[in-house]
């Protein structure tokens, strides 16, 4: 599972799995996943999550010195699949660390996405370009621009909320909730 990445008419590399979620969450084409993440509970365990898309993903590019500073921002919808742990999802402040690390591995997960490809595959595929258009008056200024040579030089900042929501199956692993 992955995509194959072209500049032009040239294969550049490929993106894992992974890196086609988050491609996905970037350009609003996510429909659902399942991911796996770190569970914030209990070292070297995992939580499955399905995500969505809770709204969409907010793009916006700036020229800082002629390099492209590049925001999204992105709120996921999480619903959990599986876990290891006796987890009460109705413990709010258990929610809340859930969501959170989630959202902290997912935006590692997109930052190591976006700058695989702008300075590894120079390759612009989730058309941040069409952002910064607004910036060149004529198509010559933008030609001259070049914006896949200056794409490498991008740096990124991601803004993630993730919003876990109960999967109407799984409320509590615990045996005190069977009480």
Known sequence: MGLAVFNSDKLVGELTGFDSICHLIISNKLKNAQIRVPSPIKELDFIDLYIELDKDTKNSVYLVNSSPYITSKIKITAKMQSMNEDINLKDTELVNKIETSAAAYLKEQILDYLYKTSKTLHADIDGFGLYAL??????????????????????????????????????????????
């Open 134 to 179: 607004k910036y060149f008056s004529t198509n010559m200024e933008w030609d001259e621009y070049n914006w896949l040579h200056h794409y490498k030089d991008s740096y990124f900042n991601v803004d993630i909320s993730v919003n876990l929501r109960s999967s109407y199956l799984i409320t509590s692993t615990s045996e005190e909730s069977e009480k």
